[in-house]
Nanobody, 124 residues
């Protein structure tokens, strides 16, 4: 079992920045592929970013490419999502997800473990 706890959400004005954190416990963190998803009100959950267990491979949704950056600190069992140049359309609940994958994947069904989510609200 893996427990994931997100933090760092909040209210920010358009153009601002936030950094989300997701702390993992219960399994060797360095074996896990980590991803961020988000779900806006009334919409399906969507992929945001993923980072391989080694940290060498990352992928981003087109909508956040160039604005968001995913990173991990295996010594702290934590994955981060740095969000810059935030837009009102980035408003959503952001979820951290984990799975012991050999390859990075972008489907929510590929992930076994999920955090409780953290709200990000971007005002215009």
């Amino acid at each position: 079992q893996v427990q994931l706890v997100e933090s760092g959400g909040g209210l920010v004005q358009a153009g601002g920045s936030l950094r989300l954190s997701c702390a993992a416990s219960g399994r060797t963190f360095s074996t896990l592929t980590m991803a961020w998803f988000r779900q806006a009100a009334g919409k399906d959950r969507e992929f945001v970013a993923v980072i391989s267990w080694s940290g060498r491979t990352t992928y981003y949704a087109d909508s956040v490419k160039g604005r968001f950056a995913i990173s991990r600190d295996n010594a702290k069992s934590t994955v981060y999502l740095q969000m810059n140049s935030l837009k009102p359309e980035d408003t959503a609940v952001y979820y951290c997800a984990a799975a012991p994958l050999e390859w990075v994947k972008r489907g929510s069904h590929d992930y076994d473990y999920w955090g409780q989510g953290t709200q990000v609200t971007v005002s215009s």
